[in-house]
């Protein structure tokens, strides 16, 4: 047997390996979740779809001088709510109450019909949110009944006239410019809402 006859056996041998040895570790992966595939991005709120009435980056609005690790609203304050509401319907709605489990109430000011294809703008911010679309209104958590912070959900309820219940899971805003750990500003509380006490 020549030395070439001798080396083609060894170079399959070593293919059939090294196949072998990449099936093995793809197979170890599979049927595996990424840790990441439940994570939702941080810069966004929740959104939810329900018959006509969409509900666009809803969360609760991060605290001027509040902390990434610790409570960015202790229990018994008051704390604002952001969103987008749209009513993709030829029909106006109207949102009539709001709760939560976490506060003793949740208080709507303004405006709160739903023109036809219309839209609400909860924000502190004048003009409300999402480019400024929609009316402008003002949803608070007040009396909560908890510390709150990053990193959980906490459930509102809202009721409209026509479209009924609709429950969204409200992320933690995040802070802009803030270093985690660190305070924007000396230890006192949330914007927009009475009584309203971040981390310190």
């Keep these: ?16 390996g090294a196949l072998i040895g990449a099936l093995a570790l793809a197979g170890c992966g599979a049927g595996k979740i990424s840790q990441t595939a439940d994570q939702q991005a941080a810069v966004s709120g929740a959104n939810l779809t329900t018959q006509h009435i969409e509900i666009r980056n809803a969360e609760i609005e991060f605290p001027v001088g509040g902390s990434q690790r610790l409570a960015a609203y202790t229990a018994g304050a008051s704390a604002p709510v952001t969103m987008s509401i749209a009513n993709d319907d030829d029909l106006p709605d109207r949102l009539v109450s709001a709760s939560s ?20 703008s909860a924000s502190t911010t004048p003009g409300g949110v999402v480019g400024n679309l929609g009316s402008p209104i003002e949803i608070t958590l007040e009396g909560l009944r908890q510390d709150i912070g990053p990193g959980l959900g906490y459930p509102l309820t809202l009721v409209f006239e026509r479209a009924g219940s609709v429950t969204v899971e409200l992320p933690m805003g995040n802070a802009d410019n803030l270093v985690p750990g660190e305070s924007g500003s000396a230890g006192s509380g949330g914007t927009g809402g009475s009584g309203g006490s971040g981390g310190h």
């Design 1 to 16: 047997m020549s030395r070439s006859e001798r080396i083609r056996p060894m170079r399959a041998a070593l293919v059939t």
């Design 101 to 120: 489990p976490i506060a003793g109430t949740v208080r709507i000011t303004g405006d709160t019909q739903i023109a036809p294809h219309g839209a609400l």
